[in-house]
């Protein structure tokens, strides 16, 4: 390859993936020409970046039209296929499958042959094991996650992931197995780890650092990686690849001398060898995405450092993007992917022009050299990738990169090689354990001094700019060294001194109606006051939206409870552990596993000029059911008021509707949108401005009823639902018209033939 190509190549590629992404009309056509137009004139510089832009962009083009059809949702599917993953969890098995085939068990219904990846939950599933192949009957839906402001994106990890659809496996009929799993050395590699006698933390740690197999750690094992800023060490990275080709390379050259001692240095076989081996070892630990990146990226690696005919540095690094990018069109959105190139990029500076370091003393001098280097600039990449900051990670990785890279990782590998010798991998293993044990201890002792720090999102781009331009400021050559020092403090004043305005003024509301599924969630937020109503579901998993919202250490206030059905307060035992609250309320005669006060009709305060009062219970609750017990919280933020009527059904609200003020700025629809609530009287006599449905996306019951749906557009409201357009976030009384954002804006709600907002209809 000409020494020139690979930046074009490499930019063409990042340009495809932005067109796949965008979508521009003519894409197709426009790519078309462009590649015939270089054939035709014969411009075979850009024959191959064209070519590569086009496959890359129909290939992202691609994978944004492969989701399941809306119209194979709730019916039942026939599947065949590879299990990739298995995850057992207590009754329940989450499974990732490689669909082989798929047919629809209705006539008449749309082909689902074109999924290639699900993901499914499975209860008391029979005993199952990764690569074999099962036929499964699954009930589908497209991928879909939570959204909610600066949490995590789960939708987009199953996109970047290739995972198609989501659902669960029926049991009936039962899942059937097809085939044993194919030939993998990974499995029973795994199978020989399982049936040594090693503790339990040792053998998760070899699986991890040597396999691959980070599925393995525990939560209280990533815990403690993401607190010390250490997950890196756990991924099959450049840094395990490298290391296993740089030994069989030595190897390899050794043996070289030995054969020719003359011209061991010409020999080209020992590089081939080093290459074969990267990719052996990538393959031994799955080939997963970061695996595939460090094997071509220690390929291109060894091309440069061979000498031959290959590209210098910065080359090498814009080709190994560019293959990347070609291979896995996906790893554009995977923060891996920058963390790395970023990190071989700072490498790239750090040592450019530099002499080779001599004797151990040169050695230790240039790792911490570089380690100090790369911490501000990883610091920041990880603060914009996952919004945390490990303020251990720059001392800690100064003893755990070269603990892991030079001790641990080889001692694991050698363990591997001389598993025919027990004796000695036992060795090998025993002395791994002992480092295990060390670095954990090291790593626990980091974290408590220095504690894992989760920054609000208003600091999280201010002090990620910081630290990227403070680490540009050392690696820069020809700079003077007081420059250096004082441009650093400048840096790290700016975001400790720059103070963002306050969010809310006195008298202002800002009400957010979280997306948590099927259930319900609504923050409520003054200049110096913090609410809930509701606690959100906890779903048979045992999974609890709560959890995902906020980092632990909030405080609330007072949180309001509707009534103690699951999908109201689920999240209660969340916010316990978790949270610190100023005191629970709930309506009399129900039952929670915390101590409450009882709302009560006529019970007020004022916060902020924001003025809160209960509607709904009376103080007698005897003989109403736990839905019509529900609080009904009004809310006036000067002239805008909040209505949030629970649970509630249509005889309720008459018995509380003149109690309400008229006309309303915005109304969290009772019941989830159900038929049963939102009656013709409370919805002409209050003619809400918005109407927000907190429910699950493609939920079993149909909420919103589509008779509510159309209820609410007669009287002119604007409708909202957390499961189309996210989290709904409301600011109320600052003397303008309510504003109204949805997490997920829709293009729809500005046009259309009805204006701004359209009917939200569910299907039957």
């Known amino acids: 390859m000409p020494l020139g190509l690979a930046i074009p190549l490499a930019l063409a590629v990042l340009f495809g993936v932005a067109l796949g992404s965008q979508a521009p009309p003519g894409l197709g056509e426009g790519l078309g020409l462009a590649v015939l137009w270089a054939m035709a004139g014969r411009r075979w510089a850009w024959l191959l970046p064209l070519g590569a832009m086009a496959a890359v962009a129909v290939a992202v083009l691609l994978a944004r039209g492969a ?44 082909p689902c042959d074109a999924l290639r990846r699900v993901r499914l939950s499975a209860y008391e599933a029979p005993a199952m094991r990764p690569g074999e192949r099962w036929s499964l009957v699954v009930r589908l839906r497209p991928p879909s996650g939570l959204a909610n402001p600066d949490t995590f994106d789960y939708r987009a990890w199953l996109w970047r992931e290739g995972i198609q659809a989501t659902g669960y496996v029926r ?58 800023g250490t ?29 020719t001692p003359g011209r061991w ?107 100090l280097l790369l911490a501000p600039l990883m610091a920041a990449a990880v603060l914009v990738a996952f919004a945390r900051l490990a303020p251990a990670a720059p001392l800690v990785n100064l003893l755990a990169v070269p603990l892991v890279s030079s001790l641990m990782v080889p001692l694991g590998l050698l363990g591997w090689l001389s598993a025919p010798l027990a004796p000695l991998s036992t060795l090998c293993w025993w002395l791994f354990g002992r480092l295990v044990e060390l670095l954990t201890g090291l790593l626990e002792l980091a974290v408590e001094w220095l504690p894992l720090w989760l920054p609000s999102p208003d600091q999280v781009t201010p002090l990620a700019l910081a630290l990227g331009l403070m680490a540009l400021l ?81 405080r609330f206030d007072r949180v309001i409870i509707s009534h103690a059905d699951l999908d109201h307060a689920g999240g209660v035992g969340g916010l316990v552990d978790r949270h610190r609250v100023g005191d629970f309320l709930a309506p009399p005669g129900e039952t929670l596993d915390v101590a409450f006060t009882p709302c009560r009709a006529g019970d ?59 006309p309303l700025t915005a109304l969290v629809a009772g ?63 600052d003397g303008q018209a309510a504003r109204v954002r949805g997490e997920h804006p829709l293009p729809w709600r500005h046009g259309g033939v009805e204006g701004g907002c359209l009917a939200l209809e569910s299907p039957e």
Do not use: K
Request: with cysteine.
């Open 474 to 554: 050392w690696v820069l050559p020809g700079l003077a060294r007081a420059l250096r020092l004082v441009g650093s403090l400048v840096l790290l004043a700016v975001p400790a001194i720059t103070t963002p305005p306050p969010e809310l003024a006195p008298g202002e509301l800002r009400v957010r109606v979280h997306d948590v599924g099927q259930g319900q969630l609504i923050e409520l937020r003054t200049a110096g006051y913090r609410a809930l109503y509701d606690a959100g579901p906890r779903f048979g998993s045992g999974f609890t939206p709560l959890e995902t919202l906020w980092p632990p250490g909030q």
């Open 67 to 110: 989701d399941l059809p809306e119209g194979l949702v709730r019916e039942d599917l026939a599947v065949e296929g590879r299990l990739l993953e298995v995850s057992p969890e207590a009754r329940l098995t989450r499974l990732t499958l490689a669909v082989e085939s798929c047919t629809s068990l209705a006539e008449g219904r749309l």
């Open 171 to 228: 049991r009936d009929p039962p899942p059937r197995r097809l085939a044993p799993p194919a030939l993998s050395l990974r499995r029973p590699a795994l199978a020989h780890l399982d049936a040594r006698d090693l503790p339990p933390r040792h053998a998760r740690w070899l699986a991890a650092l040597t396999l691959g197999a980070s599925e393995r750690l525990t939560p209280d094992d990533w815990a403690l990686l993401n607190a010390s």
């Open 231 to 259: 997950t890196h060490l756990m991924v099959i990275s450049g840094l395990h690849v490298g290391l296993v080709a740089t030994f069989v390379l030595l190897l390899g050259r050794g043996a070289a001398r030995l054969a």
């Open 604 to 662: 007020a305060w004022e916060r902020d000029g924001v003025r809160f009062r209960f509607l709904w219970p009376p103080a007698d609750t005897a003989g109403l059911s736990s839905n019509d017990r529900s609080c009904v919280l009004e809310a006036s933020a000067g002239g805008q008021r909040l209505l949030v009527t629970g649970d509630v059904g249509r005889e309720v609200e008459r018995a509380f509707l003149l109690e309400a003020e008229a």
């Open 671 to 733: 019941h989830h949108g159900s038929r049963t609530s939102s009656g013709p009287q409370l919805v002409q006599h209050l003619v809400p401005q918005h109407v927000v449905f907190s429910a699950g996306r493609h939920n079993p019951f149909g909420h919103p009823d589509d008779g509510v749906v159309r209820r609410f557009r007669g009287v002119g409201s604007c409708l909202w639902s957390t499961a189309h357009d996210g989290a709904v976030t409301l600011w109320l009384g």
């Open 265 to 371: 240095r010409l020999a080209v076989w020992p590089w081939w060898l080093a290459g074969a081996a990267a990719v052996a070892y990538a393959g031994l630990a799955g080939l997963e995405p970061p695996a595939m990146r460090a094997m071509i990226m220690t390929l291109v690696g060894l091309w440069v450092a061979s000498g031959r005919h290959a590209p210098g540095p910065w080359q090498g690094w814009w080709l190994a993007l560019a293959l990347v990018l070609l291979v896995d069109p996906r790893s554009a959105w995977r923060p891996g992917l920058w963390l790395s190139f970023l990190a071989v990029a700072l490498l790239i500076l750090i040592w450019q022009g530099r002499p080779r370091p001599h004797g151990l003393r040169g050695w230790l001098r240039a790792l911490v050299r570089t380690q």
